[in-house]
T-cell receptor
Framework: GEKVEQHESTLSVREGDSAVINCTYT??????FPWYKQEAGKSLHFVID?????DRKQSQRLIVLLDKKAKRFSLHITATQPEDSAIYFC?????????????FGIGTLLSVKP | DAGVTQTPRHEVAEKGQTIILKCEPV?????LFWYRQTKIQGLELLSY????????DGGAFKDRFKAEMLNSSFSTLKIQPTEPKDSAVYLC??????????FGPGTRLLVL
């Protein structure tokens, strides 16, 4: 089955800088890659996704890049703000015999320092 | 528009007890997922229902964990008997026609 590796367990940036979180996956059949944000003490909140028919998607300050050849995708947060501080999870779809599931990375704790 | 709701938000159980966690998916969503979240293991899928049919029962979690969908708008996760290693946050998520899963607020379980 699918495996997702999230490369940075922690990331610290200064307010206004960009933050980049990288993930890799193993299953070439994966076609859907969402990102979730989890603030302290709260649940996961969907932020952005990308499908395999495109290699770039932007929503305001969030950019997702997908490199299907390298089986790698990344989340770029531009002009970071203190409220971006949270744990970010990447995920990849797994279309196995038991249906359409998501496999999650372990999470990256992003700290944005003023 | 109501999102995914979960009750209780917090639960404290003695080892060996039976506990039942509840989830109501977003109205109209056909897919429902139960996850366990811990710092060490991250997010682990426990169960996955599609239109009330059990698609995935979480392999290693089978013996003491049982999820059910009593109807299309209500699901339960029973842990019987509880063990201290079950202490975690239990998350429920639902999905409609699109691929996006929407998560509930979670139940924080502490087993003493």
């Amino acid at each position: 089955g699918e495996k997702v590796e999230q490369h940075e367990s922690t990331l610290s940036v200064r307010e206004g800088d960009s933050a980049v979180i990288n993930c890799t996956y193993t299953d070439t059949a994966s076609s859907y890659f969402p990102w979730y944000k989890q603030e302290a003490g709260k649940s996961l909140h969907f932020v952005i996704d990308i499908r395999s028919n495109v290699d770039r998607k932007q929503s305001q300050r969030l950019i997702v890049l997908l490199d299907k050849k390298a089986k790698r995708f990344s989340l770029h947060i531009t002009a970071t703000q203190p409220e971006d501080s949270a744990i970010y999870f990447c995920a990849a779809s797994d279309y196995g015999s038991s249906g359409n599931k998501l496999i999650f990375g372990i999470g990256t704790l992003l700290s944005v320092k003023p | 528009d109501a999102g995914v709701t979960q009750t209780p938000r917090h639960e404290v159980a003695e080892k060996g007890q039976t506990i039942i966690l509840k989830c109501e998916p977003v109205s109209g969503h056909n897919d429902l997922f139960w996850y366990r979240q811990t710092k060490i293991q991250g997010l682990e899928l426990l169960s996955y229902f599609r239109s009330k049919s059990l698609m995935e029962d979480g392999g290693a979690f089978k013996d003491r964990f049982k999820a059910e969908m009593l109807n299309s708008s209500f699901s339960t996760l029973k842990i019987q008997p509880t063990e201290p290693k079950d202490s975690a946050v239990y998350l429920c998520a639902s999905r409609g026609q699109q691929d996006t899963q929407y998560f509930g607020p979670g139940t924080r379980l502490l087993v003493l």
